[in-house]
């Protein structure tokens, strides 16, 4: 059996400063050096130990994976010859910032669909600035570096999160017992209520809800038998097109397999229905009964 190909993915920095010997600029090779020795100095100082030599190595190998990730996304074209011009041309802190913004703005993106008040709090919020920036940009110059992949599937992932926690955060404003201002956030549970509810039709968006409110609310469709494909379709006409995408495929899921619209229609007990929404919409419901 043939050994597998492995495709060498050195860094983007790497790669361009080996093109350094054949390049007719003068000093090129000595300004960037200089470059990259004070951004290993500013990320030794800031995010690493600079006392020590792991340190100022653990710094050195952050700087090649931040001006790399930058690289990445400067360039217009994927040419090692193109990011050498770049880091001549622009400085290898130019690249640098690009890569640190990029981790910057994905750190700011929600992680979960669960949101806490500690989300917000700027300790937290440097400490997963800097475990995001050592994730993806920790690079040793001389072995193949997936940072930007990992970027692109947390960007990926984050978006997709992102796109839930706007649409429960919409809903929570326009809840119809007035908006909801809470910091702690279970976005999937609001959005539950809200595609839930909906069915009994009315146009009404029900972010929050208790078990009183939940047993009238089994007492009406049992009694009236509503529409439920209306009665979604009145809250989709409620919402903003940009949160369709989420809200058409959680309507569809739950269209199919959400146990308490499917057996609101039978002889289920409330306390069991009551039970079952509890799985769905989690710290969203209130406790109203003593």
Excluded at 104 to 131: F, S
Excluded at 134 to 142: K, Q
């Amino acid at each position: 059996m043939l050994p597998a190909l492995v495709k060498e993915s050195l860094p983007r920095l790497t790669r361009a400063i080996k093109l350094l010997p054949g390049d007719p600029r003068p000093d090129a090779a000595f300004i960037l050096a200089d470059e990259l020795t004070g951004i290993t100095a500013m990320v030794a100082e800031k995010f690493t130990n600079e006392r020590t030599a792991d340190g100022i190595q653990r710094a050195l190998h952050l700087t090649v994976g931040g001006v790399s990730l930058g690289l990445e996304s400067v360039l217009a074209v994927d040419s090692d010859e193109a990011a050498l011009d770049f880091l001549v041309d622009n400085g290898a802190e130019a690249a640098f910032q690009a890569g640190f913004r990029q981790i910057k703005e994905l750190a700011q993106m929600p992680e979960d669909t669960l949101v806490g008040e500690y989300d917000n709090d700027p300790v937290y919020a440097q400490r997963r600035l800097r475990d995001l920036f050592v994730d993806i940009c920790l690079a040793d110059p001389n072995q193949n570096w997936s940072g930007p992949e990992r970027f692109e599937t947390q960007l990926k992932q984050r978006k997709e999160v992102q796109a839930i926690v706007r649409l429960a955060g919409w809903l929570r404003r326009h809840n119809d017992g007035g908006a909801i201002n809470d910091a702690d956030l279970n976005a999937e549970g609001v959005i539950a209520l809200a595609i839930i509810f909906a069915v009994e039709g009315g146009g009404r968006i029900v972010a929050r809800t208790g078990q009183k409110e939940f047993e009238r609310f089994v007492k009406s469709v049992r009694k009236n038998k509503p529409d439920y494909e209306a009665g979604w379709a009145e809250l989709v006409a409620k919402v903003p097109a940009q949160h369709h995408p989420v809200l058409l495929q959680r309507i569809e899921s739950y269209r199919t397999s959400c146990t308490v619209l499917q057996n609101i229609p039978g002889r289920t007990a409330m306390k069991t229905l009551f039970a079952e929404l509890e799985n769905y919409a989690g710290s969203e419901l209130e406790a109203d009964y003593d």
